[in-house]
């Protein structure tokens, strides 16, 4: 078992910044691949970014690539998502999610791979 808290979420504007962490707890979180999802009210949810266990490798959705960059610290136990040039369309309740059980560049997009996930935190982004 994993426990993930999302936090750094807010209202902001157009072209701001934002910084999301995810602080894991429970076991080692070095045997986990993070992914960080996002889901608008009556929209499924969407992949944004992973990161592999070890930081090294990182993928990102299109929409967001130049403008998000996810990290991880192990020894803190924590991921990040900054997220740089915020638009209005960014608005979303943003989710991490934790897979111990598949190699990282196995269908890192997919819910379905992801077997822990935080309780959200929002982002609001104003025009």
């Known amino acids: 078992q994993v426990q993930l808290v999302e936090s750094g979420g807010g209202l902001v504007q157009a072209g701001a910044s934002l910084r999301l962490s995810c602080a894991a707890s429970?076991?080692?979180?070095?045997?986990?691949?993070m992914g960080w999802f996002r889901q608008v009210p009556g929209k499924e949810r969407e992949f944004v970014a992973a990161i592999s266990r070890r930081g090294t490798e990182t993928y990102y959705a299109d929409s967001v690539k130049g403008r998000f960059t996810t990290s991880r610290d192990n020894a803190k136990n924590t991921v990040y998502l900054q997220m740089n040039s915020l638009k209005p369309e960014d608005t979303a309740v943003y989710y991490c999610?934790?897979?111990?059980?598949?190699?990282?560049?196995?269908?890192?997009?997919?819910?379905?791979?992801?077997?822990?996930w935080g309780q959200g935190t929002q982002v609001t982004v104003s025009s």
């Open positions: 999610a934790a897979d111990s059980r598949f190699a990282f560049n196995w269908n890192y997009a997919s819910e379905g791979k992801y077997d822990y």
């Open positions: 429970g076991r080692t979180f070095s045997m986990f691949n």
